[in-house]
């Protein structure tokens, strides 16, 4: 049987397994073995004739560790029904991805239950270890998914923050460059975005005006269209100094930031609050900066 516990709940029973497999089996210092995550943690224990064997824990951010069964009780399908368990609830929980760091002994164990091995091997308490990955669904949720990673690819990750966006869109850029922001369905989100309701809230903010002087810019024709939901100004030039990177903003919690210089740096998380409230007021700071696009009335 397999039940779902606590830290203050069931403290005993977790601490007596972990301590007999990593602590007394492998050696692992009990300073390292139990830590403070430990409260905050989901976990499982299984059971075998009313005797707790075997626990797993998982964190608030998909990462599932300290898997631990009874030497006498291995080789019988309880840390496979521990580790679904736990998959089970982050499913229901509706999380994108597990991962873990697997002993090199047990990488197998982890990839028969559809873990995928990433980056490479380390040394964890003096024992090889693997980085692997249990993708649960495709697509990222924005104000739910917290990972941050490296876009593939930057236009498909701005598009899908905008289409997903429900309250704020704010967008900093050097000229609402056309591989990013001159699409017809970044228009649309933007577009969906500002007739949604009252609240709606979009700002474009851009350092360069020339580029949208000298060629048709589809956004450019939106904010024509719509001048009061979709307000576009200009960041004077002597307020650009050092500035070395742009971003997109979705709502309080979608951030997606990247450079013209150096595309491979460019990075995001779809449920970031407090960075993204430090970009926020960022841009705020320098949107109050911002002069309205003087030739945004006889552009076309």
Same mark, same amino acid.
């Given at each position: 049987?397999?039940?779902?516990?606590?830290?203050h709940t069931s403290e005993a029973e977790l601490v007596a397994i972990r301590r007999?497999?990593?602590?007394?089996?492998?050696?692992?210092?009990?300073?390292?073995?139990?830590?403070?995550?430990?409260?905050?943690?989901?976990?499982?224990?299984?059971?075998?004739?009313?005797?707790?064997?075997?626990?797993?824990?998982?964190?608030?951010?998909?990462?599932?560790?300290?898997?631990?069964?009874?030497?006498?009780?291995?080789?019988?399908?309880?840390?496979?029904?521990?580790?679904?368990?736990?998959?089970?609830?982050?499913k229901v929980q509706d999380w994108r991805s597990l991962t873990l760091s697997a002993?090199?002994?047990?990488?197998?164990?982890?990839?028969?239950?559809?873990?995928?091995?990433?980056?490479?091997?380390?040394?964890?308490?003096? !024992?090889?270890?693997?980085?692997?990955?249990?993708?649960?669904?495709?697509? *990222?949720? &924005?104000?739910? $998914? @917290?990972?941050?990673? +490296?876009?593939?690819?930057?236009?498909?990750?701005?598009?899908?923050?905008?289409?997903?966006?429900?309250?704020?869109?704010?967008?900093?850029?050097?000229?609402?460059?056309?591989?990013?922001?001159?699409?017809?369905?970044?228009?649309?989100?933007?577009?969906?975005?500002?007739?949604?309701?009252?609240?709606?809230?979009?700002?474009?903010?851009?350092?360069?005006?020339?580029?949208?002087?000298?060629?048709?810019?589809?956004? !450019?024709?939106?904010?024509?269209?719509?001048?009061?939901?979709?307000?576009? *100004?200009? &960041?004077?030039? $002597? @307020?650009?100094?050092? +500035?070395?990177?742009?971003?997109?903003?979705?709502?309080?919690?979608?951030?997606?930031?990247?450079?013209?210089?150096?595309?491979?740096?460019?990075?995001?998380?779809?449920?970031?609050?407090?960075?993204?409230?430090?970009?926020?007021?960022?841009?705020?700071?320098?949107?109050?900066r911002g002069e309205q696009l003087r030739y945004l009335r006889r552009l076309y």
């Amino acid at each position: 049987m397999i039940r779902k516990t606590d830290w203050h709940t069931s403290e005993a029973e977790l601490v007596a397994i972990r301590r007999e497999v990593f602590i007394d089996e492998q050696h692992v210092p009990i300073e390292l073995e139990i830590d403070d995550h430990d409260s905050h943690c989901h976990h499982w224990l299984a059971y075998i004739n009313n005797e707790a064997v075997g626990t797993v824990r998982m964190l608030n951010n998909g990462g599932i560790g300290r898997m631990a069964v009874l030497k006498p009780f291995r080789k019988q399908g309880v840390g496979k029904a521990l580790l679904q368990a736990a998959i089970e609830y982050a499913k229901v929980q509706d999380w994108r991805s597990l991962t873990l760091s697997a002993q090199d002994h047990a990488i197998d164990f982890y990839a028969a239950q559809g873990f995928i091995a990433f980056g490479d091997m380390f040394m964890d308490a003096g !024992i090889p270890h693997q980085s692997m990955q249990l993708l649960l669904r495709e697509s *990222r949720k &924005l104000g739910q $998914d @917290s990972v941050i990673f +490296l876009p593939s690819n930057n236009a498909a990750t701005a598009l899908d923050l905008c289409q997903q966006a429900r309250r704020t869109l704010r967008i900093f850029s050097h000229s609402l460059e056309p591989a990013l922001f001159a699409r017809e369905d970044i228009v649309s989100a933007l577009s969906a975005l500002a007739r949604r309701h009252r609240q709606s809230e979009i700002r474009l903010l851009i350092c360069d005006e020339a580029p949208l002087r000298e060629q048709r810019h589809p956004l !450019i024709e939106l904010c024509q269209r719509l001048p009061s939901s979709i307000p576009l *100004r200009v &960041l004077p030039f $002597d @307020s650009q100094a050092e +500035l070395n990177e742009f971003f997109v903003l979705a709502d309080r919690s979608g951030i997606f930031v990247h450079s013209e210089s150096a595309p491979e740096t460019s990075w995001c998380s779809y449920f970031l609050p407090p960075k993204v409230r430090d970009y926020q007021e960022r841009f705020d700071r320098m949107w109050a900066r911002g002069e309205q696009l003087r030739y945004l009335r006889r552009l076309y």
